[in-house]
């Protein structure tokens, strides 16, 4: 019976509203369902409080093997100041009574992989290497973001992270050059690899992510499309897409309504901040409209997917590929996008990239035009 050690920075999970969280899940159950064969998994996770609580799923499925190790804002906190050697990303992930219990795990089993699902969770490496038999135990990270890459554009504004990168760098460069194998989510994440880290190519797989289950489903019909409508379709308590739309409302969707008041913007997701919902209310309040309109957590976005004209990714912030391109991409919708949220998508005819918010005018009353049902 092959035996797995799965040690993952966030909960794997379908009951979390964010993507990462069900890439994690898929890559569990591929080893745990591998070829059909019998696999025992064992499962660390370290993870916030709350994907912890949501991710009910885990627990049925892995409950004797299940290691859960839920961190609150304090934790991490700690973590930083007590590892000040590692950088800040990961050391929120080093806490010692996982590391004992990893240690506890390798004497008393012999596994054939140990996967690290996400880079921070592989903090952990330099304790698991010397308890291992390199010869006989395969190393794989998972990389859903290149840790360095995301800094580096935070850093451009800001001195202090401009000096975490360097720590950044040499330190994800040590991580990926000693293990076995590493996972990318594109072919662009592959070619950062190799050219900012000298990683061989031979040691890394691309492994696209799964889209959602929903996606199959969608049928665009053009008569039930609403002419002017934009979807923007993420999880909302994340700050890179927070930004994404105070920015797009700001620069673009404003000046939008003053040449045609008809335009509305789906903002689909879970748990929207406070400035989210008060910049709703502001514009909608303005206009005596339901101009902007914030979902919260919806059980199924079909719906908003079919009706809505074209697809928006503003994002300024971020690294890796972003699974909401993908999903409305292959949902059928038109989408505009920057740079940052076309990463690692191949260009299609329904995918527009431009970086200035301000062009985005054109882009989107052409693209009403051209695809008014």
């Known amino acids: 019976m092959s035996k797995i050690l799965f040690i993952s920075a966030h909960a794997p999970t379908n009951l979390y509203p964010q993507a990462g969280q069900k890439i994690a899940l898929n890559h569990l159950e591929e080893y745990r369902y591998h070829n059909n064969t019998s696999v025992d998994v ?3 996770v370290i993870a916030n409080k709350a994907e912890i609580k949501a991710a009910t799923d885990l627990l049925d499925k892995y409950r004797n093997h299940l290691f859960l190790y839920p961190l609150t804002k304090s934790d991490k906190i700690i973590s930083c100041l007590t590892n000040l050697s590692i950088p800040f990303k ?16 390798l004497e008393k089993n012999t596994y054939d992989s140990i996967h690290f699902e996400y880079s921070h969770a592989a903090v952990y490496l ?46 994800e460069k040590k991580l990926y050059s000693n ?15 190799t050219s900012l880290f000298s990683i061989p190519e031979n040691k890394i797989i691309i492994k696209p992510p799964q889209l959602s289950s929903f996606i199959s489903k969608i049928k665009r019909n053009p008569d039930k499309i609403e002419k002017k409508s934009l979807l923007f379709w993420a999880a909302m308590n994340r700050p890179e897409n927070e930004q994404a739309v ?21 903002v689909v997701g879970s748990n929207p901040s406070g400035k989210i919902i008060n910049l709703q209310n502001n514009i909608n309040n303005n206009n005596n409209n339901n101009i902007i309109i914030v979902t919260g957590f919806v059980e199924d976005p079909t719906p908003y997917f079919e009706k809505a004209q074209i697809g928006i990714v ?7 590929i972003k699974l909401k391109t993908l999903e409305m991409l292959a949902a059928g919708l038109p989408v505009i996008s920057t740079n940052i949220g076309a990463e690692g998508v191949e260009l299609s005819e329904n995918m527009f990239v431009n970086d200035n918010l301000e062009q985005w ?11 008014n049902p």
Not at 182 to 190: E, G, I, P, Q
């Open 361 to 371: 005018l054109n882009l989107i009353i052409d693209l009403a035009k051209k695809n």
């Open 314 to 320: 503003p994002l300024l912030q971020g690294a890796g």
């Open 179 to 193: 293990v076995n194998q590493l996972w990318v989510l594109s072919k662009k994440d592959r070619d950062i690899l």
């Open 90 to 105: 990961f050391s929120t992930r080093y806490q010692t009574n996982v590391a004992d219990k990893i240690q506890e795990l």
């Open 246 to 266: 105070i920015h797009f409302t700001q620069k673009c969707f404003i000046k939008l309504l003053k040449i045609d008041s008809e335009y509305k913007l789906y």
């Open 42 to 44: 064992d499962v660390v």
């Open 126 to 171: 330099d304790l698991i290497k010397p308890l291992i038999n390199s010869n006989y135990t395969r190393t794989v990270i998972n990389i859903h973001d290149i840790v360095t890459q995301s800094f580096l554009r935070k850093s451009e504004t800001n001195f202090i992270l401009g000096v975490e990168v360097a720590r950044l760098f040499k330190f």
